[in-house]
């Protein structure tokens, strides 16, 4: 079964911390996205990649950035975590082509910053 | 920035009916696609509709794409207690990038 792995459901933190969210994914796809999601806000889309060591910003990457050296693993890193980004995260894969098969999504993190 | 727009925020309908939910956007778009999301958990692919088709099946579940109305819509026939969650709708207009909307909560009481 084909799937995105988030290495862990729930994360707490403390003000400051560096911390590192990681996502594998055994599909062999070249693309992968993280994206935060917030009651009524949706998903937005932090950063993306489209191959190993690539990185494009998304709609809201302040505070972030992101590390992608080998192609199934995409790691998103909060710098020094605030509590406006306790949130949940979410990681997808897809292959390449337009969107146009759809995305595979992790179960997400949900990351409470104190 | 959102694209996708779903109507309505909420719906609530007892097992058996059917349920319909729209979604509008706003630039043009390569294809357009629904997913579902139980709660707390990730999102899983429904189903996906290219720009130059109208119409898809899938089950349970039938989209219809209207380009000139930038609109959508997911009907999920003889709902049942199971099809609870959130619905939602994502455009991808440029390469591998989907944008999402806000998504519709449907409870389908049993």
């Known amino acids: 079964d084909v799937k995105v792995t988030q290495s862990s459901r729930y994360l707490v933190k403390r003000t400051g911390e560096k911390v590192f969210l990681e996502c594998v994914q055994d599909?062999?796809?070249?693309?992968m996205f993280w994206y935060r999601q917030d009651p009524g806000l949706g998903l937005r889309l932090i950063y993306f990649?489209?191959?190993?060591?690539?990185?494009e910003k998304g709609d809201i990457p302040e505070g972030y950035s992101v590390s992608r050296e080998k192609k199934e693993r995409f790691s998103l890193i909060l710098e020094s975590a605030s509590t406006n980004q306790t949130s949940m995260y979410l990681c997808?894969?897809?292959?390449?082509?337009?969107?146009?098969?759809?995305?595979?999504f992790g179960s997400g993190t949900r990351l409470t910053v104190v | 920035s959102q694209q996708g727009e779903e109507d309505p925020q909420a719906l609530s309908i007892q097992e058996g009916e059917n349920a319909t939910m729209n979604c509008s956007y706003k630039?043009?778009?390569?294809?357009l696609q629904w997913y579902r999301q139980n709660s707390g958990r990730g999102l899983v692919h429904l189903i996906l509709?290219?720009?130059?088709?109208r119409e898809k099946h899938s089950g349970r579940l039938r989209v219809t794409l209207d380009t000139s109305k930038k609109s959508s819509s997911l009907l999920i026939t003889a709902s049942r207690a199971a099809d609870t969650a959130s619905y939602f709708c994502?455009?991808?207009?440029?390469?591998?990038?989907?944008?999402f909307g806000q998504g519709t909560i449907l409870t389908v009481h049993p």
């Open positions: 997808a894969s897809s292959s390449p082509g337009q969107g146009g098969y759809g995305y595979t």
């Open positions: 599909m062999d796809h070249e693309n």
């Open positions: 990649s489209y191959d190993v060591k690539m990185k």
């Open positions: 630039t043009s778009i390569n294809n």
């Open positions: 509709i290219r720009s130059n088709e």
């Open positions: 994502a455009t991808a207009s440029s390469y591998g990038k989907l944008t």
